[in-house]
């Protein structure tokens, strides 16, 4: 009785870990990324095709995503450590504009962040987060290219591993 209870205990849990990896990006999906813009909470439009050519950190997170908001301080101190080094960091927040807004106020980020609101959940799932999760980060070198994708929180350990391998 207790190993067929530990047999399904194991084999959930590989459920869940299979379902929850990144998948493929949709054919075209990284091409058409380059082409959108988005709006920030003061108005500006960030140009995704002004992040070419160096290496992008794409984060989509929420305010209401408690593993988002615990992630955001991290990608920060790895933004202003490695910037300088050509490393840059896009959030999408998948959220509502006042929200994200009222969270920026609280806790102000040194990369840019970017009004996705819903349209940001079907380019994630484009760009391989089939399970709609988040946070989902997408690492891109710096030919554009999909380097590594993430579902879930990021952690330092990642965020070397990009910064040593990411050509």
Do not use: Y
């Not at 998948?94 to 994200?100: G, R």
């Amino acid at each position: 009785m207790l190993g067929a209870g530990a047999l399904a205990a194991s084999g959930g849990a590989a459920l869940s870990w299979w379902r929850l990896q990144p998948g493929t990006q949709a054919p075209g999906a990284v091409h058409a990324l380059w082409s959108q813009k988005f709006e920030t909470v003061s108005g500006e439009v960030l140009d995704m095709s002004a992040f070419r050519g160096k290496p992008l950190l794409l984060n989509f997170w929420a305010t209401w995503c408690p593993p988002c908001v615990e992630e955001l301080p991290l990608i920060d101190a790895f933004w202003r450590e490695q910037h300088a080094n050509g490393f840059q960091v896009l959030a999408l927040a998948i959220d509502q504009p006042s929200a994200v807004k009222r969270f920026l106020a609280r806790q102000p980020l040194g990369f840019p962040v970017g009004l996705a609101g819903l349209q940001g959940t079907e380019l994630a799932r484009s760009l391989g987060n089939s399970a709609g999760g988040l946070p989902f980060s997408v690492f891109f070198k710096e030919d554009g290219t999909i380097w590594l994708q993430k579902l879930g929180q990021l952690s330092s350990g990642d965020l070397i591993k990009w910064r040593t391998q990411r050509t």
